[in-house]
């Protein structure tokens, strides 16, 4: 149940499968204790995972490898999920995103694990909607970065995705960018283009990191296709935007908030990449509700 288009999607199912079996190892190297003396194994329960806040959906995709990894680790584990919600679309608080049902011990067993994982998705996911819903035109995207959780590389950017974000380089392989201490070596913004056309030995996209108006002016003069602003004044930025530049595309990096955001917006500005999307994740109010047949 996902309307989310990601073309890396069995990435994320294969890291959430590596990830989620890591969480069941830790958390229960030897079962769980307190279902066991309880007794919780003879008692048929069914379970719903409700959110008390508006938020985007995020886990369609992937909460089946959670729910495998718990089985994997509890074979004797009887328990069906059903998920309620497509990835990306926007939710009411109250809504139910998951139904359980099984036997009490598999529903509290799994229960943490996959509403961590539920939380973090939904987490990042949310942050990323409150700042496209303040974007005020049609052109400007709101990128992520690469500043995601070790192991989470592939999870988080896909939560993105479901807040209605896009994503910037998934990792070093994909993409150049041309930064401060490059420019450094080459001796400017021309010589280092130039050198990465000639060297390249697969079509990368190539991105280049100016903090100056002139190295902006050079690297338009370049071609290169996208152009990052860092820490580039409102001001500037608009100067930027309104440059005569062919097919080259602009970024802006580097302190955006939401408190400051729509200083930078201007109808010309291809894309705002922000690091606290992934880096300073909130969870969101979600409760897992018990019934017992």
Known sequence: ?????????????????????LAFAEDM??????????????RQAKAHIITREPVPMCGAAWY???????????????IQVTC??????RLKAGSVLFELEGDAASIVGLERTLLN?????????SATAVYVDAVTND?????????????????????VLCGGGANHRLN??????IK???????????????????????????????DTFDQLLEAIEAECPLIMLDNFTPETVKRACELTRGSCRLEVSGGITLDNMQAYLHPLLDRISIGALTHSVKAPDLSLLITED
């Not at 201490?181 to 280049?208: C, D, K, M, S, Y």
């Open 1 to 21: 149940m996902a309307m989310v288009n990601c073309d890396y999607l069995e990435k994320v199912l294969a890291s959430v499968r590596e990830l989620a079996n």
């Open 29 to 42: 190297p030897e079962g769980d204790v307190t279902a066991e003396v309880m007794g919780l194994q003879a």
């Open 64 to 78: 089946e490898e959670v729910v495998d990894a718990y089985r994997r680790h509890n074979p004797t584990a009887q």
């Open 84 to 89: 309620l919600a497509q990835d990306g679309k």
């Open 117 to 125: 994982f539920v939380g973090r998705g939904i987490g990042i996911a």
């Open 139 to 159: 052109r400007t995207r709101i990128l992520d970065t690469r500043k995601t959780l070790p192991g989470f590389r592939y999870f988080d950017k896909y939560a």
């Open 172 to 177: 070093l392989s994909d993409q150049v960018l």
């Open 180 to 210: 401060e201490n490059h420019l450094a070596r080459f001796g400017g913004v021309a010589a280092a283009v130039a050198h990465v056309r000639e060297n390249l030995t697969r079509p990368v996209e190539i991105q280049i990191e100016v």
